[in-house]
């Protein structure tokens, strides 16, 4: 980062204005003013484009760039409308204290960035803060100066506003501050789509368009499964503006994120399988309120161009009718059982190297040990067996077989019909039914007979009477339904 931007930054961090205007935030009664939201949003957002996730790296070079591709490829006709910059831009001036973007990557200024964009058809999103800093030096928030930024804002045309939740003021709560916000942008006379670290009450839905269900995804599984866990427990106030707000999973990575602190155009470092990446699309698609990429565009994979560009996964995801009955309305308990009797490693869990004979080892009496930091799935006495104890010293781990919770998740649709998604979380290929009883909406039962369409293969797979079963699917992975009657 060039000295000018560090200077501008310091400029801000020492020079707090409290110009923060307190007002009320609507009552339990309402939903948030504006007209943003009737829909859910698809987009793509800086986060992890030309770095590994968390790094922040954007310029208006690159911006405008993958904009370009975006439009030229077909995605942008296809509903992704908005270009989204995360926390990589926003500076104060240390004379007058208002917020700019940082001139060495956005030298032509904000104002004439964003038209170029908006003469592109795209909308426009920005990062600010609830506090005084970014997440991430030399950044700024907005703190001690809402309304100013809010005015600048308007000023700039901007439609989209994602207010992150580090460095929070004391004596202030999220809540107080984020609704403070929210009603600071609508009177500005402008209608701006608000996102925002929700704290998981009905006032999420009354301050803003969407809202986070959860941390920050990562582009691993282990974050991925732990998102759509989150989403299992539906809120009353999940849904389509003007009642509700939208659900925000967090960023999708197809094909993956970018590599290191600068990666090349293109290039991308993925850090999930194809599988991960298909079920991480079908549940943000079936049970998300708005799916915004952070991975580069340009030079797309073929799993890229398969995920992004299926239309028919997006006609589910726009179909508003059936959001608020989306449910997960079928689980099975599977055992895991090996292959043979072997002591062996299957998969590392901690960082730690696991050594047979050093770090882990397996008795006669159906139980194994690990140490030196070693966590881990094992084959013990036949039986896949998880050892995943921390801390030091030796541990003892039964040999038993794990066992995981398949996930069937259903959403009504606007035919009369139904989308669902088989889920997979468990480390082996196994078949999955859906009871077509167990759609929500529907008075099916188990004579219902129902055309069976498979969106991820784009083919029909006939009829089928009461249940319908996939044969497949695999680890971490999933298979997307769509149901209708004949």
Known sequence: MATSSRQLALGAAVFLLFAVVFVVFPG????????????????WNTWCTQNSCGVDWCTSAEVLDVAQSIKSSGLQALGYDHINLDDCWGVRDNKTQQIMGDPTRFPEGMA???????????????????????????????????????????????????????????????KELTCNMSETLLNTGDDFWFNFHCWHDEA?????????????????????????????????????????????????????????????????????????????????????????????????????????????????????????????????????LGDDANCSLKSEISHATCSLGTSFGCFDNQTMWTKDGCRGKFMCDGVLTECNVDGNGTHICPCKGITYTTQV??????????????????????????????????????????????????????TATGTYTAATVNSHGSVFLKLTTQ
């Open 28 to 43: 339990t009664a309402d939903a948030r003013k504006g007209n943003k939201g009737k829909t859910p949003l698809l987009g």
């Open 112 to 174: 004439a960035f964003i038209q170029k964009l908006h003469d592109m058809g795209f909308k426009f999103g920005l990062y600010t803060d609830i506090g005084p800093a970014g997440c991430h030096h030399p950044f700024t928030g907005s703190y001690g100066h809402y309304k100013d930024d809010a005015e600048t804002f308007q000023s700039w045309k901007v439609d989209y506003v994602k207010f992150d939740g580090c460095d929070l003021p004391a004596g202030h709560t999220p």
């Open 204 to 336: 999420c839905a009354q301050c803003g368009t969407s809202f986070r269900v959860g941390p920050d995804h990562h582009d691993n599984w282990d974050s991925t499964s732990g998102i759509i866990d989150l989403l299992q427990t539906r809120q009353p106030f999940w849904g389509p503006d003007p009642d509700y707000g939208w659900p925000d999973p967090d960023f999708v990575y197809p094909g993956g994120q970018g590599c290191g602190q600068h990666s090349d155009p293109g290039q991308r470092c993925p850090g999930q399988t194809e599988d991960e990446y298909i079920t991480e699309f079908s549940i943000w698609a079936i049970a998300g309120g708005q799916i915004i990429f952070a991975t580069d565009p340009r030079n797309m994979s073929a799993l890229q161009k398969r995920i992004l560009f299926n239309s028919e996964i997006l006609n589910v995801f726009n179909d508003t009718t059936g959001f608020r009955s989306v449910k997960m309305v079928g689980s099975g308990t599977v055992a895991l």
């Open 409 to 462: 998740w259903a959403r009504p649709t606007a035919d009369g019909g139904a989308a669902v998604v088989l889920y997979n979380p468990g480390d082996s290929a196994v078949s999955m039914k859906v009871n077509f009883a167990d759609i929500p909406d529907r008075q099916w039962s188990t004579s219902t007979t129902l055309k069976v369409r498979d969106l991820w293969a784009h083919e029909d797979n006939g």
